[in-house]
């Protein structure tokens, strides 16, 4: 599976939108953008994944470049709820066994 | 979505004892479950793939004879840390594959804490 970076600490104000972005420089055709995020002493959640176009649900947006070689996660208005440590995960749809690299622990500010 | 849950939340066991911690799927069969550490601000480290009806398969540098992995029913899958030293000590999450193609990623339990004394 293709290696992710992203940047080890953000803050956001509260309300604002929180714009958390991820490298995947060598992610290959056949693999996804899965986010996850985990707020302290709890199991990583599933927020959102994607091959190569935006997508949008519930909790976030995600913008994938056209080149796919990185990716932003989007938060639209931020809550004191969301600080966690935001993992992105490349992967492809049939894997299941999760590489996780450091992540990005958002800090929400009220 | 798909639930997974772990259980204990939370266990203390002394040093040189061994304690077993419980991963269900709730609402589905999963033939696959994972099996993650995770020590105080650092990621999460894949341990060992637990599969149903068959032998664990453990990633490199984890010692099978100390983190036992059993996946006795499609619904359950039990790690149990033997002979249990305080470097033991840390987060232990589970996660699970749904068997449908409709979800393509992977459920997660809410974690065990363990704390070896």
């Known amino acids: 599976d293709a290696k992710t970076t992203q940047p080890p600490s953000m803050d956001c104000a509260e309300g604002r939108a929180a714009n958390l972005p991820c490298n995947h420089s060598?992610?290959?055709?056949?693999?996804?953008v899965y986010w996850y995020r985990q707020i302290h002493s709890q199991g990583p959640q599933y927020i959102i994944h994607?091959?190569?176009n935006n997508e949008t649900n519930e909790m976030a947006s995600l913008i994938i470049t056209e080149d796919r070689k990185s990716s932003t996660l989007i938060l639209p208005h931020a809550t004191l709820r969301d600080t966690a440590v935001y993992y992105c995960?490349?992967?492809?749809?049939?894997?299941?066994?999760?590489?996780f690299g450091t992540g990005t622990r958002l800090k929400v500010l009220a | 979505g798909a639930v997974v849950s772990q259980h204990p939340s939370w266990v203390i066991c002394k040093s040189g004892t061994s304690v077993k911690i419980e991963c269900r799927s709730l609402?589905?069969?999963?033939?696959?479950m994972f099996w993650y550490r995770q020590f105080p601000k650092q990621s999460l480290m894949l341990m060992a793939t637990?599969?149903?009806?068959?032998?664990?398969?453990?990633e490199q540098g984890v010692e099978k004879d100390k983190f036992l992995i059993n996946h006795a029913s499609l619904t359950l899958s039990t790690l149990t840390v033997t002979s249990a030293h305080p470097e033991d000590s840390s987060f232990y999450i589970c996660?699970?594959?749904?068997?449908?193609?409709?979800?393509?990623?992977?459920?997660f339990g809410q974690g065990t804490r363990l704390t070896v004394v």
């Open positions: 994607g091959l190569k």
């Open positions: 060598t992610i290959s055709g056949n693999e996804y």
């Open positions: 995960i490349v992967k492809t749809s049939g894997t299941y066994k999760y590489i």
């Open positions: 996660s699970a594959r749904h068997p449908t193609g409709g979800y393509t990623e992977a459920f």
């Open positions: 609402d589905f069969q999963a033939t696959t």
């Open positions: 637990s599969n149903e009806g068959s032998k664990a398969t453990y």
